[in-house]
């Protein structure tokens, strides 16, 4: 600017187009390398020469919300506009500009889930949520059935369609009920298994076992000597914790710490999932061993996904932005505790 005599606006302008392609050099010799490309090398850096401006042009007026409309001081308003940046980034390059090509017959695995004898689930994806309800694939007749990627052909029937506005490229899924429920996931939200079980198949069995009579309901479950007790909660309010302790002090024996799943009689029946274990939860369990790497990531993941987490997602839906797509894309990379 100085030297050239040239606006700092323009000067910013030329040293992006810069370092663009010293970043494009480096991502795609070193972090994004692979034998088989889907576009050339001229298509790769036009793609991501339209990225990394068009996020020169997206951080400036988000600065400006940040700290205008939300009061956020500049410094924590420039490291969440650059973080925001930074996943957007990575989304793009993953999906668009490094994209491998895709398989024209890639043979997915299968995957098959029987709970309880009342409703079974077909899956191209593993669910780890569902893992002991899992049996042999693949399975006579499923009451469900999920789909990686978009569907081959129209859906009939029943139908519904949702994304968040990054079309195929973020979350989007096609729901098609008829005899059966078909469910087509975007392949990206199904490289988060997470997401894809808590936002799109438990809400589809929570209404399939209400059609049998049963409801999946969210609270921890034990039981002593064939009698079974619910613990209610709201999320984030020690549910797990006690269930730990409680089990640690007493012989009862544990069914669930989330979900339950009651039925018409009043039986309960056992729906464990995987626990999420915060820091706070950790101090419950006297047997844990965790090294000091652990514990300190441990700390991070019990942040990221905590309550104060989930309401920065609802700002960022209420601002219109792809927040299941980032929310899909940060459990990718940082998973749930």
Known sequence: TDFAGVHFLASAAVATQGSTLWNFVLHD?????????????????????????????????LLAVLVEWFGLHYVLANLAALALMTALRFLAAQLWIFASPRAAAKSQPSYAYDIHGLLHLASEVELPELATFQVPAPIAQADIHLHAGPPSRPLVGDTQV???????YGFKIW??????????????????????????????????????????????????????????????????????QTLESRPWRFLSDDMSLLGPEGDLLAFPKPMTISSHTLKAVRAARLSWRERLFLIVQSRLH???GRQLGLWLAEMQLPAASLNALIQRIIPPP
């Open 175 to 244: 729901i098609e009920r008829d005899d059966t429920t078909r469910i087509w996931a975007s392949r990206f939200i199904c490289s988060s298994p997470h997401v894809l079980y808590t936002n799109v198949i438990e809400p589809l069995l929570r209404w399939a076992f209400v059609e049998r009579g049963y409801a999946l309901v969210h609270a921890a479950a034990i039981s002593f000597e064939g009698r079974g007790g619910l613990i209610t909660a709201p999320t984030d309010t020690g549910k797990t914790t006690t269930v730990l």
């Open 29 to 61: 010799q070193l972090v994004f390398r692979q034998d088989v490309r889907r576009y050339g090398w001229a298509g790769r850096f036009t793609r991501y020469l339209v990225v990394n401006n068009t996020m020169l042009l997206l951080r400036t007026p």
């Open 162 to 168: 949702y994304e968040d506005g990054l079309g195929r």
């Open 306 to 308: 905590s309550r104060a």
